[in-house]
């Protein structure tokens, strides 16, 4: 006995395109062809998954060279990452913390910044020198 795999089915849609088609129809095939087109059909929903997260991260992620951004970009406009300069101590993230609900996510190693952000500068809460930027973002 054959056994048939199935996929959603509603109507064509005039001038959609074939991904937005694929992802919408049914259709039955026999057991066999199903099991040889899953794999592609997996690494292609990964791949269209992981090129819309890293869209959608790269949408949100900034850098920000002052306090009055800093606030704007969280408070504003919903927020993301934040390449910010930073020099200050614990207590100054602390503050930080309370004030915007952000933290240090991340201390990137060199080479890793956005065009833009590279180099030093001056720290967006203390105004002392700033070797490198760090990543922020919204603390939960």
């Known amino acids: 006995m054959e056994r048939f795999v199935s996929r959603r089915f509603v109507k064509d849609i005039p001038g959609e395109d074939e991904k937005a088609a694929r992802s919408r129809k049914k259709s039955f095939v026999p057991r066999a062809e199903a099991l040889a087109k899953i794999k592609p059909i997996l690494d292609e929903m990964q791949k269209e998954l992981y090129e819309r997260a890293l869209a959608f991260r790269n949408s949100r992620t900034r850098a920000i060279n002052s306090i009055s951004e800093y606030e704007k970009f969280f408070k504003e406009e919903g927020g993301g ?7 200050g101590t614990s207590d100054d993230e ?13 201390i990137p190693l060199d080479g890793q910044a956005p065009a833009g952000a590279e180099g030093s500068g001056t720290c967006i809460l203390t105004g002392k020198p700033s070797a490198r ?8």
């Open 81 to 87: 990452f934040a390449w910010v300069h930073w020099a």
């Open 94 to 106: 602390e503050a930080m913390a309370k004030k915007y609900q952000t933290s240090i996510r991340n």
């Open 133 to 140: 930027r760090v990543v922020m973002s919204e603390s939960y």
